[in-house]
């Protein structure tokens, strides 16, 4: 795909200068292009009365029968659902995106009122969720624990029902809406479950059609399987449609969770090439299962933090946006930073 401007919304130059604070509190400032040209200061994080926060993570809650359940405490290393949406309510956000693989192994109604409403559920009215893979399967006859005995649920009923209304059309599981100044859009990545990711699929026209009805300067899009990761599951092609559609329309931001680890990359086109005009992606699976450590470094990646469990603090004003990935150690930030969409 070219990276030349196709849409009257692509923005101008994309300009970000990040600070990456690491475990070892090194600091690392990107001032220069990759030609050597100096990069102004970039824009401040965002400030003023219509400036919103949104906290961001996936792979969240422990299948209740795990032996690291723990009564939803968690061990340290594993099921710290608790820990993760304990940092989630004190951060006051304006809206929650959920990024899937909300509730494990076997993402049933009962799971999910056993696990995740004990904890990420405490911020229920706010969340707008993305279905994961582990939601279309449900306990089998036999039951469930330490990811065993799931059978497939190809109607995700029980993310369905215990959302309600927020998860979007049952079967469907795509829908958008504008916090603040930014449009927000909820992508279903469960592509064969679905009738594909692709232009034509429903969710594709549905995707183009949103695009053009909300011509908003700054949007951001997610759901549960990345584009790019360099964490166990790799790159998904299956997206690789959603992602054009999205470059072309000039959208900012990309989440999505699957890999369980953080990861920041530059503004990539669909072909993974850097670009300025690009689309810039986090992977935030962090919000509880239990972290991983990466298998690879893919091209365009700038920041990998596989050991913490965290969750993406956003701030979105009307033409920048601000990032923070806060650990549930209560360390300072591992990587923050701040770019503009307009």
């Not at 993402?107 to 939601?135: C, M, Q």
């Not at 399987?225 to 790799?234: E, I, K, R």
């Not at 992602?243 to 072309?248: A, H, R």
Request: charge should be negative; charged fraction near 15%; aromatic fraction near 8%.
């Amino acid at each position: 795909m070219s990276s030349t401007p196709t849409s009257p919304r692509r923005r101008g130059l994309v300009v970000a200068v990040v600070a990456v604070m690491a475990v070892t509190a090194a600091f690392v400032a990107l001032t220069l292009r990759s030609d050597g040209v100096e990069l102004p200061p970039p824009p401040p994080t965002p400030t003023g009365p219509e400036v919103v926060t949104v906290v961001a993570a996936g792979d969240i809650a422990c299948d209740p029968a795990s032996s690291s359940f723990n009564g939803g405490e968690g061990t340290g290393t594993e099921c710290a659902m608790r820990a993760t949406s304990d940092l989630a309510l004190g951060l006051d956000a304006d809206a929650v995106l959920a990024l899937g693989d909300l509730q494990y192994e076997c993402g049933g109604y009962e799971a999910f009122l056993a696990s995740y409403d004990p904890s990420w559920g405490r911020l229920k009215d706010i969340t707008h969720p993305v279905a994961g893979n582990h939601e279309y399967e449900e306990a089998a006859a036999s039951g469930a624990g330490d990811g065993t005995g799931c059978s497939v649920a190809p109607d995700a009923s029980g993310y369905f029902r215990y959302f309600g209304d927020a998860a979007g059309a049952p079967g469907q599981g795509w829908y958008s809406f504008d916090v603040g100044a930014w449009h927000m859009i909820a992508l279903n990545s469960n592509c064969p479950l679905i009738d594909g990711c692709g232009g034509n699929s429903p969710q594709g026209r549905w995707l183009a059609a949103d695009l053009a009805a909300h011509d908003r300067a700054c949007t951001l899009a997610y759901w549960h399987h990345p584009m790019f990761s360099s964490g166990l599951h790799g790159n998904n092609e299956s997206v690789t449609r959603m992602w054009e559609t999205l470059d072309e329309a000039g959208v900012d931001v990309v989440l999505a969770g699957h890999d369980h680890s953080y990861e920041r990359f530059a503004p990539l086109d669909a072909a993974q090439q850097v670009d300025p005009l690009g689309v810039r992606s986090f992977v935030v699976g962090t919000g509880g299962r239990r972290p991983r450590a990466f298998t690879n470094e893919e091209a365009g990646s700038e920041v990998r933090i596989g050991d913490s469990f965290g969750v993406l603090h956003l701030t979105l004003g009307a033409q920048t946006y601000g990032w923070r990935f806060l650990p549930t150690t209560g360390e300072a930030p591992l990587d923050e930073g701040t770019a503009t969409c307009a």
